[in-house]
């Protein structure tokens, strides 16, 4: 399965869900006709004056529709003491839904001609198959902010930045757990940067796992997976079964984390994409964190002039210093908290 088919396999679980309750409902009323007679009576009855309630409608029969609303009353007042003196609770003739803002529809009801907004249960099950697709649930589960450990960073200070790798690192992990705290109260984007290897990636993974945790919509894309959904949508998008559906997710999620920027073959139209992308989230203050191993001051020659000024006026820019910890991860070595 491929991006481009998640839409309409999330749909499908709806129409599925819808069906299911449908079924439990059926069955509810057989048993319930079964052991209360009078219901399936009254139920008919109720169905034959919804048909008249049509026809008097139509005819702009005033007194027809008096009499036909007030039997409807009193057969619903019969309904509801049949239940009552049964022990049936009032909502167990109701289907059951999953989402009950939307009913399972996975769009929120909407005024004629108007266009029905996402739910956000189908906002966040986009978002996690999304996920599956990347793998990025399974990591989530190795990195987050309970295995973040400083020992794998230095105590030494580095002269020419009057800090330790490890103090660095306890610096980082207040501003990025103080962004996930402050998520939904204060809007705040984040660019992270330094070389490779020294954890700007697990960071972004442990900020991505307490916010789904705290039911927020949270999209994780590598930079060269950004746009090459761009790419596709802006020169194959007559083949894609629903083109806008990505790029919506991208713009409209709670948070969009941005890995590895830098690593894409950048050209005219990825710096275009890349200012649209952060301008428009800007606007609609939708928060975006960003990793790159580029400096500020590098990524000027990448992309244009305007992209950076948005990065420094409007992201707290994070600094990684260090060397790559990847290898004394990978056979266990580590430092004394200092």
Known sequence: MGFKSVYRDVMRGYEAARENAALIL????????ESIPRLSEIDAELAGLGLNLVKQTLAGDATGLCITRAKAAELEKEKINLLAINKVSDDYLAATHNCRQCKDTGHLPAEIGQVA???????????????????????????????FDYRFFSPNIIENEGISPQKNMNSVYEMTTDFVKDFGVQFNNLLLYGPTGLGKTFV????????????????????????????????NRDTLAEPDEMLEAITDVDLLILDDLGAEFTTVVTSSALFDLVNQ???????????????????V????????????????????IGEDIRVKKKYGGSYAIG
């Open 204 to 235: 972004c993974h442990c900020i991505a796992k307490d916010l789904l945790d705290a039911g927020y919509t949270v999209l994780y894309l590598t930079a060269p997976r950004l746009f090459k959904v761009v790419e596709d949508y802006r020169f």
């Open 26 to 33: 059926e069955r509810r009323k057989k048993a319930l006709y």
């Open 117 to 147: 907004e996402r739910c956000s249960c189908l906002k966040q099950k986009l978002i996690e198959a999304y996920y599956s697709l990347s793998n990025i649930k399974g990591i989530l589960a190795e990195e987050n902010f309970d295995t």
């Open 301 to 320: 020659h990448y992309y244009s002039e305007r992209i950076v000024s948005r990065f420094r006026g409007h992201y707290l820019l994070i600094k990684f």
């Open 281 to 299: 989230r800007l606007l609609m203050k939708k928060p975006t964190v960003i990793s790159t191993n580029l400096p500020p001051e590098e990524l």
